[in-house]
């Protein structure tokens, strides 16, 4: 096993332990919107790339509500199938559950016949991260090729404080996030 594979298992692991230790009225109240800096970062009309949360993930439901109701466009990961390059694609209504499908991930995604788009912001899962917003996600390179793709894209990551890690192992194809946001603090802008 290399090592970013035990690094992986570890945080994974302890993600996964944090989540099923909060009582579900916290769950619910965390992360409900984006704290005032990461929300100066969202321009106005800008659209939003967002995850659905699995697996002890931070949850995104509540600033996906928020986002929506500030006016902004949401899209989610889509994929035709697990070979599949990663797309985004429009997700209507975050209130509306029968707007989603399930993807081949594990989570849920926009139909097939949502409008493919390219978010201005993405807000993107990890594993771990260090304070000056180095991440380490799941291993399939879905998002660090996606960003690579689109420059242009700004990437905030969501965590939960445990996530937090003195270092990782970098590699040149490793994509900065602008910043990282927990229950409890914002790390950045970077």
């Known amino acids: 096993m ?77 994929f035709a199938d697990r070979s599949a390059p990663m797309q985004f694609r429009r997700w209507d209504n975050p209130h509306v559950a029968e707007l989603l499908e399930p993807a081949p991930w594990g989570s849920l995604q926009p139909r097939g016949d949502a409008a493919e788009m390219t978010p201005d912001v993405l807000i993107v899962p990890l594993l771990g991260f260090t304070a000056d917003g180095q991440r380490l996600g799941q291993g399939g390179g879905h998002y660090d090729r996606y960003l690579a793709a689109h420059p242009h894209v700004l990437p905030i990551g969501l965590a939960w404080d445990c996530q937090l890690v003195d270092d990782l192992p970098v590699e040149p194809h490793d994509i900065t996030l602008k910043g990282v946001v927990t229950p409890t603090r914002f790390y950045g802008p970077f």
């Open 2 to 78: 290399t090592d970013k594979q035990a690094l992986r298992a570890e945080l994974r692991a302890r993600r996964r332990e944090h989540a099923e230790t909060l009582p579900a009225n916290v769950r619910a109240l965390v992360l409900m919107r984006p704290p005032r800096p990461v929300a100066d970062l969202i321009p106005a009309g800008a659209s939003v790339g967002l995850y659905r949360a699995i697996g002890g993930e931070a949850p995104t439901g509540g600033y996906a509500r928020w986002l929506f109701e500030a006016g902004h466009a949401l899209a989610l990961p889509w």
